[in-house]
């Protein structure tokens, strides 16, 4: 993530990441097949640590889910701005959106109204990405707003579409 704030992706070196990680080369290549592989590697670490600390909590209602999403992102918004900052938005989200996807076919929650698999699909999709989007944007403009009320605003946004 370092050298994301110095360099874009495509310019990033295996030697670059082998020097800043102060790692040997077979090492690299031991852990990882390319430069692509360590970047899934700290998506991967995010969502990781994000389900643990969800998983620790009794969240009932969307706007829990909200609260703690913003509260979780605002925490660690360093990885995510880097991100954006390198234009790797689109990745970030597919890949998050994916990890998401598969993390929650076994946990519907009862405020979820998904009845077939294609609404499942559509709804985890619509919803997810709309979301990262809006956290996105909040982290951009410098999380200016709580995450309460970032919450409270998006539940009124989302009861607006209808």
Same mark, same amino acid.
């Given at each position: ?21 102060? $790692? ?7 852990? !990882?097949? *390319?430069? =692509?592989?360590?970047?899934?590697? &700290? ?38 701005? $880097? ?7 689109? !990745?970030? *989200?597919? =890949?998050?959106?994916?990890?998401? &996807? ?61």
């Amino acid at each position: 993530m370092q050298l994301l704030k110095e360099y874009s992706f495509g310019d990033i070196t295996v030697k670059q990441i082998v020097l800043t990680a102060k $790692i040997s080369r077979p090492t690299f290549y031991r852990n !990882y097949s *390319s430069k =692509k592989e360590v970047l899934d590697d &700290a998506i991967t670490d995010i969502m990781l640590d994000y389900k643990e600390k969800f998983n620790q909590k009794n969240i009932t209602d969307l706007h829990g889910l909200l609260v703690y999403c913003f509260q979780y992102f605002g925490n660690n918004h360093d990885y995510i701005s $880097i991100m954006v900052g390198a234009h790797l938005t689109g !990745y970030l *989200s597919d =890949k998050l959106t994916r990890q998401f &996807a598969e993390g929650i076919q076994d946990n519907i929650r009862t405020w979820r109204q998904w009845r077939t698999p294609l609404q499942k699909q559509i709804g985890i999709h619509f919803a997810f990405y709309g979301f990262l989007n809006v956290i996105i944007y909040w982290i951009a403009t410098g999380c200016k707003e709580s995450p309460e009320a970032m919450a409270e605003q998006t539940i009124e946004i989302i009861k607006n579409l209808v």
